[in-house]
């Protein structure tokens, strides 16, 4: 890793395009013209900063890592060894993208949170201010992840979901395709039906009366009612068929 005014000043540099080549003996680094480097910021061996990314100062770049066009990776910020920050996606000040990590076009990793090694957030996605997603978890496109929630090594958030400020799961959570709208667990005892967010015990007792209020048709009730009878079976709220 190199400092980026060590690099301008000790490096031979290539125009390329709408990027310049910094190379020192075997050693190459791709910056485009339009973007901006801190000068504290370091910058790893064959690593690439696209057209009108900014990395802040102090920020770590690393071996092999790409930033993308537009992307933003904040002050003290750290993306690992062949990460990659999609294009207009941006990495909080002190955030940390682990090795090998992808976070997607249009994603959001907030201030002081964590993507773990080889960890995926899609695109649109967002990881909240100081919540960590673990090693090999992935985030869906377009889900989000609160503040200070926890997403467990290897688990799984499925697209468009929502995981609750401060929840934690160390398995993938509940997450079903329905005919209208996507069945998530929001929080642990918390299921959520698009936008509408109620308790095991809540959904059971006002279903009708939810699905209704949302225009669902009769079908569509029965539909969601067996995916929330599934839902509370799997967390407790009914341990036999007969409470159905």
């Keep these: 890793m190199w400092k980026f005014n060590e690099i301008k000043m000790t490096f031979a540099v290539i125009e390329d395009g709408d990027f310049f080549l910094y190379q020192k003996e075997k050693i190459g680094i791709r910056i485009a013209k339009s973007a901006r480097v801190g000068k504290s910021a370091s910058v790893g ?14 920020a770590r770049v690393g071996k092999g890592a790409s930033v993308g066009k537009g ?47 080889w960890a995926r957030v899609g695109e649109g996605a967002s990881v909240g201010e100081g ?5 090999g978890a ?24 929502r995981v609750k400020q401060n929840a934690q799961f160390q398995k993938s959570p509940l997450y079903i395709i329905g005919s209208r709208h ?19 015990h809540e959904w059971l007792m006002e279903y009708e009366k939810i699905g209704k209020m949302n225009n669902y048709t009769d079908e569509q009730i029965q539909e969601y009612w067996e995916y929330i009878v599934l839902y509370a079976k799997r967390c407790g709220e009914i341990v036999n068929d007969n409470q159905e």
């Design 182 to 200: 996507i069945v998530y667990e929001f929080d642990n005892n918390v299921l959520g039906i698009g936008c509408e967010t109620h308790s095991a």
């Design 45 to 58: 061996e064959g690593a690439r900063v696209g057209e009108w990314a900014r990395v802040g100062e102090g």
């Design 131 to 135: 919540a960590s997603v673990g090693k």
């Design 138 to 161: 992935s985030v869906g496109k377009g889900a989000s992840v609160g503040e200070g929630a926890r997403v467990g090594e290897w688990a799984s958030v499925g697209e468009d979901a």
């Design 71 to 117: 992307a933003r990776v904040g002050e003290w910020a750290s993306v690992g060894e062949w990460a990659s920050v999609g294009e207009w996606a941006s990495v909080g000040k002190g955030a940390s993208v682990g090795e090998g990590a992808r976070v997607g076009k249009g994603a959001s990793v907030g201030k002081g949170a964590r993507v773990g090694e």
